[in-house]
Structure formats: C-alpha cells, structure tokens
C-alpha cells in the first residue's frame, strides 16, 4: 500500500511540475486569450486546483469547501472557451498560491485514505488517478495554447531516435474476435469500460501514421481543390475555412515549412503529420485508396495479443513507456521520426500506435454496451453521440499516465489545433465477403 501511495505522490508531484513549467511566464501572456478555441493560462491553471479540491477533498474526504466561490468560474460546462476573458479568475499569484494550498490538504488526504476501501473513489486510488489524468490534459492544452499563440514556447527539442524506412507499408489484422474495452485497469475512465467482445472480419492497417511527405503529396495534386476526395461535411469546412493545408504550413513554391512554438522551420518529411482536422484525415484516405480505421480496428490492432488471447497495456506489452519504446512526455516538441520505434510494435506489427499523435478515427464517440458514467456524467455521457470522433493513442505531449491501448480521447471534426494526425486502413473484401456469406 505504501508503495502505491508513493508511486501516486510522485505522479502528484510530476505533473504540478508540468502545469507551473508551462505557466512560468509573465503575468500579461497569461491572463491574455491566444486564440477563442483555448482558455486563458492561468484559467488552466487553477480550473485543475478546483478540480482536485472539487474531487479528492470535498467528494472523496468529506473536506469543508475551501473555496467555493469559484466553483462557478471554474466549471468548464458553464461558461464556453471563447467568453472565459471576461470571467472574475484568479490571477496568477493568487492562482498559484490556491492551487498549492489545495495541493498540501490533498497529500494529507493521501496519507490517511484507505486505498483498499470499499468507496469506489478510493479504490487503487481511483480519485488521485482521476485528478492526475485531468492535469496532464490540461497540460497538453496549454501546449496548443502557447503553440496557437505564436509566441516562443517550450520547444524542448530533445534527443529521438532516428527513423528508419525498413518494413512494410501496411500490416494485416486477421479476422476473429477480440476482447475492447476494460474492467481491470484501475485509473480507467468509465467510457473505457466495460471490456466486451468484438467480432471484426480481416483488414488491413498502415504500420505508421501518414507522414509529412505523403501529405504533402496529396496537398501538391491538389487534394483540397478536388471535391471528389471530401465528404460532404468536409467540402463545406474547407469552404468555409479556406484551409488549403495542416495548420502551421507553408509553402514559398519551393519547400514546405512550418510554425512550431513561435519559430518558422523546414518541415521534416520523415515526421508523422500533425494539426489535421477529421475532415482532412478522411480527405486524404479516399485519396489514398484508404479510409480511416473503426476505433475497433484501432484498438485491436495496437493492443490485442492473438496468442494470449488478452488485451496488453500498451503495444508492446505491459510494461511502463520508455525512451526507445514510445514518444511521450513532452521529451521533444515534435513527432518523431517515422520507423522510430521498432520496439514499441503491437502484436500484428504497427507501430507508433502510442506517443507522437493523437490518430482519428473513422468513429463517432459512442457508449460501449453495459456503460455507465462513473463519478459524473459530464466526463463521457454527455459528449456521446455523432457531434465527436474518436481519437486514440496519445501525442508526444501526452502523459504516460493518461495514455494506453484503450484510452479514448475525442473532438469535434473541425479541431486541428490539438497535436492530432492519422494512419489508414482498408478491408480484406476477401474476409469480408466470407462473414456475409456466414451471416
């Protein structure tokens, strides 16, 4: 038991850390609105304070509220993005000083709780997962905050591994069924459960996302011009967007380039693409003769062990993500190269499914069977429906912590400030004419 609670004390510690690096700046670039798609800063800052009071020392220890005239501010269903500048929030010293008291009663809980207790807040530390999860993806929004901003970022260009073009261009997931979704991993969210079978004829899956030079080779024919390629939802956005490329490129007629936290770059064609939207994902898989994976397809290709016969934690097995397995952890700013990690490979071989980033999916984001919310509705229930796509598989500024085979992440179509990007997939019609045959 010590142990878990130390292991939960250093997460606690590790991603304070984080929120306090990304807000380490003057107080005006904090308090000031990027981009109406994000929050102010220091909104983020102390929205993840309340957060943690609201659930760990009020819900799970009985704790008299400490400051509950900000509850209302700070309630993300409340008040939309956009019209967050006009709120009352606390300021930056204020928020710091809120946060910190927070954090201390929160250890204090931690040392008195009964992780083996019978309220499922407690269990295995549910609660301490719950607030840990929450901050880090907080976090990664605060880094599509300062990248939207334009201004000098925490670029961090750490030390990857080089990439490599060894290897097939697509691997194949035989038919048969597999165990989706949950019902041991403890800091699970509620969308990700309950486990139940799956039943999927044979496909076939990219063993890498879509690269940069891949999708600059459908930018240069003309991919955004040609109608053909868009659904009729994603022609009308490209209309109205006049999006004629990812978010952040350029092009001088020559070479391609992009804006990466403040700075102008040659864009590296061996990184995965990153900043599309839904719309230019499927976009380029019709292009491509593709379509994008069912999140079935997605899961079961990342993590599903056909010889066990169990769902592994991560792709490459159950043990924690390391530098040579998987981009994760804000390590370095950017993707890393395409091949990086053979190491890190799922059962059927694809690899790069966890770290670099977030991949849509062709799904809407959907209640599995037997769902229901736990601790409150307003993290899974009311999002589900055909308004959200699914993505899967975390970025490289995604938490270790709040990244596994069956994680779900999701988002409107539109959205391609978030570190997102894809693979594709086609059917075996082979596989797939013989299971309507059986039907």
């Known amino acids: 038991m010590n142990d878990i609670k130390e292991r939960i004390a250093a997460e606690l510690i590790a991603v304070r850390d984080r929120s306090l690096a990304y807000t380490d700046a003057d107080d005006e670039m ?19 304070g309340n957060y943690e009071e609201l659930w760990v020392l009020r819900e799970a220890a009985g704790i ?8 209302d501010i700070y309630d993300a269903f409340k008040t939309p993005r956009k019209d967050r500048p006009g709120l009352p929030f606390l300021g930056p010293s204020e928020a710091r000083r809120y946060i910190e008291g927070v954090r201390g009663r929160v ?10 207790g019978a309220a499922p807040l407690h269990r295995d530390g549910f609660v301490f997962g719950l607030v840990i999860q929450h901050e880090h993806q907080h976090d990664e929004t605060m880094l599509a905050t300062l990248q939207l901003s334009g201004l000098p970022g925490l670029v961090r260009d750490g030390e990857l591994p080089p990439g490599r073009d060894a290897g097939p261009e697509e691997v194949y997931v035989p038919a048969g069924p597999f165990l989706m979704g949950t019902d041991t991993l403890p800091w699970a969210y ?8 799956v039943d999927l004829p044979g496909y076939w899956i990219d063993r890498l996302p879509v690269g940069n030079r891949a999708y600059a080779a459908f930018v240069e024919d003309g991919g955004y011009d040609a109608e053909r390629w868009w659904s009729p939802e994603g022609w009308q956005w490209r209309q109205r967007s006049g999006a004629t490329t990812p978010l952040f490129w350029q092009s001088d007629g020559r070479s ?11 864009l590296p064609m061996d990184e995965p693409v990153q900043h599309v939207s839904w719309y230019e994902a499927d976009a380029y898989a019709r292009w491509a003769g593709k379509r994008l994976p ?13 010889e066990l016969r169990r769902a592994r934690r991560y ?13 994760l952890g804000h390590r370095s700013a950017r993707p890393a190269p395409l091949g990086a990690y053979p190491g890190g490979a799922s059962p059927y071989g694809a690899e790069q499914m966890v770290g670099d980033v977030w991949e849509w999916t062709g799904s809407w984001f959907q209640p599995y069977p037997g769902f229901r919310s736990f601790p409150y509705k307003e993290y899974s229930e009311v999002f589900f429906g055909q308004e959200y796509r699914v993505l899967r598989g975390g970025s490289w500024a995604a938490d270790p912590a709040a990244v596994r085979t069956t994680f779900r992440n999701w988002d409107y179509p539109i959205r391609r400030q978030i570190f997102t990007g894809f693979r594709c997939a086609r ?10 045959r059986l039907v």
């Open 427 to 436: 059917s075996d019609e082979a596989s797939t004419r013989r299971d309507r």
């Open 190 to 197: 509620d969308n990700e459960r309950p486990a139940h079978q």
């Open 30 to 48: 904090l308090v000031r609105q990027h981009s109406p798609l994000m929050s102010p800063l220091v909104w983020d800052l102390a929205h993840v």
């Open 294 to 306: 069912t999140e079935p397809e997605w899961e079961k290709a990342c993590g599903w062990d056909p």
């Open 256 to 266: 391609w380039w992009r804006t990466r936290f403040g700075r102008t770059e040659p």
């Open 315 to 327: 792709p490459w097995g159950d043990a924690d993500p390391g530098p040579s397995l998987a981009n």
């Open 107 to 116: 250890l204090d809980v931690l040392d008195a709780i009964d992780l083996d």
């Open 64 to 71: 008299e509220p400490v400051r509950p005239e900000i509850d």
